[in-house]
């Protein structure tokens, strides 16, 4: 396993380089990513995991067309923000849905940590459609992501794997930054 893991760490770390710097690249690298990730997690028993990397196939193809024609006359997609009504919308969602899934898990499977699983599930999925239309709050959703991954990889014993998440967390904190500086850069130059 540590080959293959080694394998999606490196190009999940590639995803999110490219991810910040809003560098088309990010989609290819991380469909690639989340492809070696279905098999690590079907063989650990995280099946909210692999469920979620097989969504997130899909995930990566609408990011990469999104991006590149999601803006007005299927130009490039520009940053964007989501209002407060909204963003607090996704968070009812967030909880909501680690529940639902977390019960389901609990009921239904051998899952090991069923709504940490849950929600790392649920608020990825969020984080992850929220930045296929480049909101710069899809950062803190993987932010929250990466603090639970951290611990439910390290009780699993993916040692790599709890180790990338750490650097991505670091790496969405940067991305935050990064982003809120590029849109108030967007925002201030002339139309």
Known sequence: MTGIEALA??????????CIRQNIWCWPTGLIQVTLYIYIFYDVKLYSDMILQVVFVVLQLYGWYHWLHGGQNRSSLPLSRLDARDLILWVIAALAGTGAWGWTMTTHTDASV???????TVASLIAQWLMTR?????????IAVDVVAIGVYAYKSLLLTSGLYLVFLMMAASGLIVWRKDFTSQSESPA
Do not use: H, Q, R
């Not at 760490?9 to 490219?18: A, K, P, T, Y």
């Not at 480049?134 to 993987?142: A, L, N, Q």
């Open 114 to 120: 069923p709504y940490w699983d849950a929600f790392t």
């Open 9 to 18: 760490v490196l190009f999940g770390l590639l995803c999110v380089w490219f």
């Open 134 to 142: 480049k909101k710069i709050e899809s950062w803190y959703f993987w």
